[in-house]
Each structure stands twice: as structure tokens, then as C-alpha cells.
């Protein structure tokens, strides 16, 4: 299998804290790889690397390379716009826009120039299927989007990320204000995906990590402490602190 992403050597610094030391890692495409770690360990600094979203923070300074693809992303001449379509992200809290279920899904595409009806209508569909919420909205779909449930309301998130047509999807802790059941819908939407994309997903449940993922990252403190497949990381983990926090001595 291929590396999606690469990231060599990368150092990220807010004004002069240090919050990413060195970090070497690859991601092979069609699969769930998870990080995992305690809070502030630069995790969610870490994902908005890969679409350049910490670039919106003036005092930001990033020192290595980030390669999706064999290409460079930080380089000058990569595209923004063309970025953030191929990486998709979907945050911990999903925010709907006020509207109908159909338009939020609708809203990216239409503003990509997709204007015709029977195009966004099947776009839609595909969307929401692939998330795992056709099921549930589809006799109402002109309803409210703010009136679907949290758990809903996190796969319309999806949805709308997937009708974009990405390649990777970076999730941010996306099941961390949902019950089981939303959760186990999140879980199992995510493991079909990975056929068709990359995933990354961060993650504050070792137990989900241990469930859903490929390979699984630890980052402590800023530092990669370990990286590989998940059996590995459970069962044979190379660091103790990585054993420490997997079997909830701290974090
Ligand atoms: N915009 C920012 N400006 C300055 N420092 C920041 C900024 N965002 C994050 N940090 C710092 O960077 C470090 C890593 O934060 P990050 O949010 O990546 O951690 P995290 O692993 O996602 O934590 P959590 O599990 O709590 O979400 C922390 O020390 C944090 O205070
Ligand atoms: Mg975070």
C-alpha cells in the first residue's frame, strides 16, 4: 500500500513554545489510523497541519516537510482551496448551518459551481448514505438541521464533508459528546469509509482507538513516543510510556 501522507522532521511552534519536536511519521491510504494521547499533547495541532488550518495563526512557525501524495504541501505554490478539498476535517462539536438537512450537505458543492438539481440531489443522497444517516432523514430532508440530534447532527457533519469528495478525512475527536449508540453508528460509518479514503482521527477513548483502528499514534508532551499497528501498540508497545497510558496510569 502507498503513503497518503508523510511528514518528516516537523517542528511546530507557537511564538517560542514548542509544541511538536521531530515528528517522522507515515500514513498508508484506506485506513483508520488513530493518535491518541493526553490532553495537550498536540494532537489537534497536529491534524490541523494537514490542511494548513494553523496558517490562520500569526504566530505560528512550522520547520519540516509535509508530503501528501509526493507533494509538498507547505511549499508556496500548493493551493489552499485545492488543500482543504482533497483533506476534509470534521471538528468535536458538529455545527450544522441554519437550514435544511438537504442544504447543508448541498452548500459545499453548490458553491464548487454544482448547480444542477438531479447532480446535488444524488450527491446528497450518496453523502448521507455514506455516513450512515440516509436511513433516518430521508422522508425529511427540508427539515431543520438544528433540530436533528447530537449524534445526527455529527453524521450530517460527515455527510457534508464526504459530499465534498475528499481524500482524507482529519475527525477531531468526533464522538466525544455522543452516547454509545450515536457512537457505534460513527464507528461503523468510519470503517466503511476507509475503503474509499484515508482516515485520521484523534481520539480521547483508547478503547475506540483499540476498536476501530489500523495504526495507531501516541503523542506525548509534543513528542511522537510511538507509532504502528494497533495490535502492536496493545499488546507489545516499544515504550513504557506508551504501556502507562494505555493501561490508564496517567493521561
Ligand atoms: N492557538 C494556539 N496558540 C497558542 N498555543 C496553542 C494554540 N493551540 C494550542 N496551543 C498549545 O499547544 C499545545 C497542544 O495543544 P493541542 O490542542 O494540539 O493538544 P491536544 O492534544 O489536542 O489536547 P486535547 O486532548 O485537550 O484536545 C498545548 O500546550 C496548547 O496550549
Ligand atoms: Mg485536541
Not at 448521507?128 to 433516518?136: H, Q
Not at 427540508?142 to 464526504?162: N, P
Not at 457505534?184 to 476498536?211: C, P, S
Request: hydrophobic share 40%; charged share 25%; with cysteine.
Amino acid at each position: 500500500m502507498e503513503d497518503k501522507i508523510v511528514v518528516k522532521n516537523l517542528n511546530l511552534f507557537f511564538d517560542k513554545l514548542c509544541v511538536l519536536k521531530s515528528i517522522n511519521l507515515n500514513i498508508k491510504a484506506n485506513q483508520i489510523f488513530s493518535i491518541i494521547g493526553p490532553a495537550g499533547s498536540g494532537k489537534t495541532t497536529f491534524l490541523r497541519i494537514l490542511n494548513r488550518l494553523n496558517d490562520l495563526i500569526p504566530y505560528v512557525r512550522l520547520e519540516g516537510e509535509v508530503y501528501l501524495d509526493d507533494k509538498n504541501i507547505y511549499k508556496e505554490d500548493i493551493p489552499l482551496p485545492w488543500l482543504r478539498r482533497k483533506v476534509g476535517m470534521v471538528f468535536a462539536l458538529p455545527v450544522p448551518l441554519p437550514g435544511t438537512i438537504f442544504e447543508n450537505i448541498a452548500y459545499g458543492p453548490k458553491l464548487q459551481g454544482m448547480t444542477s438539481k438531479t447532480k446535488l440531489s444524488s450527491l446528497v443522497e450518496k453523502s448521507l448514505k455514506s455516513a450512515f444517516l440516509w436511513d433516518e432523514v430521508r422522508y425529511k430532508l427540508d427539515a431543520s438541521a438544528l433540530r436533528l440530534s447530537g449524534g445526527q447532527q455529527q453524521r450530517l457533519c460527515i455527510a457534508r464533508t464526504l459530499a465534498l469528495e475528499p481524500e482524507v478525512i482529519l475527525l477531531d475527536e468526533p464522538c466525544s459528546g455522543l452516547d454509545p449508540i450515536s457512537t457505534a453508528k460513527i464507528e461503523e460509518a468510519l470503517h466503511e469509509l476507509k475503503k474509499n479514503y484515508t482516515i485520521i482521527l484523534v481520539t480521547n477513548n483508547t478503547k475506540q482507538a483499540a476498536r476501530v483502528s489500523d495504526n495507531i499514534a501516541f503523542f506525548l508532551m509534543g513528542e511522537l513516543v510511538e507509532y504502528g499497528h494497533v495490535e502492536q501498540i496493545f499488546t507489545v508497545p516499544r515504550d513504557k510510556r506508551t504501556q502507562d497510558y494505555i493501561s490508564g496510569r496517567f493521561g
